[in-house]
């Protein structure tokens, strides 16, 4: 490389390939130790804060191998590593060793997938990235869509092409605030957090989302949905989409898809599916028929980032027809060179949120091809297998009540041999003991589990989207949470105010 301009940021081939080597080098050591460490350290923000100091700005430049080394001994001692087979927490996979590679080299190269001139052979694999998610879940090849950093981003994106579709033509021009109609939103009270912040974000306001109740078996009661449709419509609402969740963030619950795509068809609503964390069992053929009917949608969430094992941050939004998103999102300003008269010539900038664009479909894309199909059917199967064990061994257990099991999250709870639950009294105490447990658990570094808040009953709660976690692991984990829970227990016998 011959370059007369030298400046500070250039790293010599030499010197790329010596301090290269060294950090993949590092990296293999760390995921092939990855078993042996902590879930997490549990340090904490001011212990951390001790750790990287306080100064100021640098003034000067340091060498690049001191920087590089410095930062992965600081992230592989002080992180909490969502790749250990004892992390079931929240809905976070463990993430393919080939996302890492792939990160470094899209970054390496930098296509900047907004416009196809400037990322010609990326966004062609980002084209075959979302044909093969579509094909994948089984929906029709058709469906298009766009990459978005995770589930918020994929909901919000089709959330506002279903605006455009369905709202008052003039919506784009006009703005929501001239509409002299209310606009109305309908999905179940088990909908993840990113319906209220899109409802803020794109001018319906909350009070525009009617909670659906759930039914006994937690799914949206499509029946309250259609009667709270028609008041609606009755009381001079517009009702513009409704959404199912295909795998509730809390217990994995699948609605009733092909019921709630009936009720739009019947109503003329956009139906779109948040299957951010579960929609990819439907590539298990046993689990395919809880899907039925998310062919029928109009969109449909989904996130590699979880159960498709990719690495932070990947999302996906598809789309029947991806018009919707040229419409909402595409504008043409005068320095934009972007022409798309060749054929099959596509501006993602034109399909969403971002102009500029990271070439994120890479990991998946090259782990899609790793594993295939049958790979992911492999990997999804065992991951509820074990949820399914992780339940199993907690309704066995004297001093365990399994509370719910779909997909791969498993609920439990904690209940001392001398505490029957049932009283009022009882389920105070078994609520502020599981919470107790579960911070205890958080930062003691065995074992990473989250929560649920189940029919008022506050539970652990494990998320299997792991390919390292084992029979042996779960095992393990309820021997943990066992002896954690007996400890907490009589610390909170002997000193009720801890
Ligand atoms: C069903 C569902 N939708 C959306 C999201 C949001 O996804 P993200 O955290 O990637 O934005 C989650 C996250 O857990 C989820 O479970």
Redesign the pocket.
């Known amino acids: 490389m011959t370059n007369d301009r030298h400046n500070p940021i250039e790293i010599s081939k030499d010197e790329f390939k010596k301090i290269g080597h060294q950090l993949v080098d590092s990296i293999a050591d760390f995921i092939d130790t990855i078993r042996e460490k902590r879930v997490t350290t549990g340090e904490s923000p001011k212990q951390l804060q001790s750790i990287i100091g306080t100064s100021s700005l640098p003034e000067n430049g340091r060498p690049v191998d001191e920087l590089l080394s410095t930062a992965a001994e600081l992230l592989f001692n002080h992180s909490l590593f969502n790749g250990h087979p004892k992390f079931l927490g929240?809905?976070t996979s463990s993430a393919a060793p080939l996302g890492a590679l792939a990160d470094l080299l899209a970054a390496a190269v930098n296509p900047n997938v907004g416009a196809n001139i400037l990322s010609p052979i990326a966004t062609e694999i980002e084209k075959q990235t979302i044909r093969w998610l579509a094909e994948f879940i089984g929906v029709s090849p058709n469906y298009g869509g766009i990459l978005v950093?995770?589930?918020?981003?994929a909901?919000f994106t089709a959330f506002l092409a279903a605006r455009t579709a369905k709202a008052p033509e003039n919506i784009k021009e006009d703005g929501i605030s001239n509409d002299k109609t209310p606009l109305a939103i309908y999905c179940s009270k088990t909908t993840?957090t990113?319906i209220e912040k899109a409802a803020v974000l794109f001018g319906f306001g909350t009070k525009s989302i009617r909670w659906i109740p759930t039914d006994a078996t937690n799914k949206m009661d499509n029946q309250v949905l259609e009667k709270t449709i028609r008041t609606d419509l009755e009381n001079s609402f517009k009702p513009i989409m409704v959404i199912g969740?295909a795998?509730?963030?809390s217990t994995g619950v699948v609605d009733d898809l092909r019921g709630i795509a009936a009720v739009c068809k019947r109503y003329d609503l956009w139906f779109h599916i948040?299957g951010?964390?579960?929609i990819p069992a439907a590539v298990v053929p046993e689990q395919k028929i809880l899907f039925a009917g998310m062919e029928e949608a109009d969109s449909i969430?989904l996130?590699p980032?979880?159960w498709l094992y990719s690495p932070l941050e990947a999302?996906c939004t598809l789309v029947k027809d991806p018009n919707h998103l040229i419409e909402t999102y595409s504008s043409h300003p005068v320095y934009y060179n972007f022409s798309n008269d060749e054929p099959l010539t596509q501006n993602y900038y034109e399909y969403g949120f971002q102009n500029s664009r990271g070439f994120r479909a890479l990991k998946v894309w090259l782990t899609l091809q790793q594993v295939g199909r049958s790979g992911y059917i492999k990997m999804i199967n065992e991951d509820i297998q074990l949820s399914g064990l992780f339940f199993e061994l907690a309704k066995k257990h004297p001093e365990l009540e399994a509370i719910t099991q779909n997909l791969s999250i498993t609920t439990l709870r904690y209940v001392p041999l001398d505490y029957l639950p049932g009283s009022q009294e009882n389920e105070t105490y078994l609520n502020s003991l599981n919470e107790a447990l579960l911070n205890e658990l958080q930062h003691g570094g065995e074992v990473f589990l989250s929560n649920a808040l189940v029919k008022e009953k506050y539970c652990l709660r494990g998320c299997i989207v792991n390919f390292r976690t084992s029979k042996k692991d779960i095992e393990e984990i309820i021997t943990i949470i066992v002896r954690e829970g007996k400890k907490m227990h009589q610390k909170l016998q002997q000193n009720p105010a801890s």
Do not use: L, R
């Open positions: 929240y809905i950093s995770g589930g918020n981003m909901n993840h990113w969740t795998g509730d963030v948040d951010a964390y579960g969430a996130d980032h979880k999302g």
